[in-house]
């Protein structure tokens, strides 16, 4: 079994609570180093994991004779220079999501990967995890019948860091950083399972708003698509709702039933039909991404195949720069 030996390149809240540890957990897979461009954070991450090496620069980093797989957990804006440098040196990336900040950068990161040979996966790990994989199979199975439409719900309060001053707002609400609001981070997650599952959207349109003023990003949208199997759906997203209005669901409408279910706080999926109404509870893995790494690593090593590459990522890209009118 090939040893994989991993450098990461960003060391912050999701290394440490959903990805990080996995990639200790694989059977054949350890982490060797890691970089941050502050020296102290690269150096505490690496000492309280256990890892023998840290960095402030990401290509000494990639140049690490020991590295031979790098994953990227910094905001979007660098993914694709970052995955681009990892690939060239010959070593196998994984990028948090989004792929990029914008479609036109994911669509250098697959030529480089296809130029090179070298592939790049994305970190929808979503996609594999228990409750979601539920979610798909009651779809097809059937239980609600033929598909007829999708509604992605969600609202959510501001968050008292949005309340700060230009200079210390979160990176999530700076456009140039992270591809927009709120919404470029979160909706992704959202898109990304309606496309596993329909597949890829061909038409996207929307509208967006900043009605709370806390800063200059979107903070309201409202979005149509269609799928290429002829599925249409709509979407809205509000950042800046009073608490009482707080929801977070896709609706799955049947010509049979209705599915609805959570995408981050995994409420119960719910289940309509003409028996009557059934809740599933299903429990996922302490680190969510787990599924994913562990797949990617059995990739690597030639035990399995990821679907989950750069290529199956960027239609989510070129659905979200359509609905807030970038491309």
Request: proline residues 6%; aromatic residues 12%; glycine residues 8%.
């Given at each position: ?87 060239r ?47 798909k ?16 719900r ?12 230009p ?75 009073h ?16 599915l ?6 995994y ?61």
């Amino acid at each position: 079994m090939k040893i994989l030996k991993w450098g990461f390149i960003g060391c912050g809240e999701v290394c440490e609570k959903k990805s990080g540890p996995a990639f200790s957990e694989v059977p054949g897979s350890e982490v060797v180093a890691v970089m941050s461009r502050t020296a102290e954070k690269a150096r505490s991450y690496a000492q309280r994991h256990g890892v023998p090496r840290w960095y402030t620069d990401a290509q000494e980093l990639i140049d690490d004779e020991e590295v031979n797989a790098v994953y990227v957990a910094t905001p979007p804006s660098s993914h694709a220079t970052y995955a681009i440098m990892a690939m060239r040196a010959g070593k196998p990336v994984y990028v948090e999501k989004p792929l990029e900040s914008n479609y036109e950068d994911c669509a250098r990161v697959n030529r480089v990967s296809e130029q090179t040979g070298v592939p790049c996966f994305v970190a929808y790990y979503r996609r594999y995890l228990p409750y979601f994989q539920r979610v798909k199979e009651i779809v097809e199975q059937g239980t609600i019948g033929r598909v007829q439409n999708v509604q992605i719900r969600f609202a959510w309060p501001p968050r008292e860091l949005d309340y700060g001053n230009p200079e210390t707002l979160p990176w999530r609400l700076q456009p140039d950083i992270a591809g927009g609001g709120y919404f470029y981070d979160l909706a992704p997650h959202q898109l990304d399972l309606l496309q596993w599952m329909f597949g890829v959207i061909l038409e996207a349109r929307g509208i967006c708003a900043n009605r709370g003023g806390l800063y200059k990003a979107e903070d309201t949208v409202s979005a149509v698509f269609q799928f290429e199997n002829g599925l249409v759906g709509s979407g809205s997203w509000c950042f800046v709702a009073h608490e009482s209005a707080r929801v977070d669901r896709i609706l799955i409408i049947g010509n049979e039933g209705l599915l609805s279910f959570s995408v981050f706080d995994y409420a119960p999926i719910e289940l309509h039909t003409s028996q009557g109404k059934e809740r599933f509870t299903v429990e996922n893995p302490s680190y969510v991404q787990y599924p994913l790494i562990k797949n990617v690593c059995e990739h690597l090593q030639g035990l399995a195949v990821c679907t989950c590459t750069s290529v199956s990522a960027t239609p989510v890209n070129w659905a979200l720069d359509r609905i807030l009118g970038k491309y």
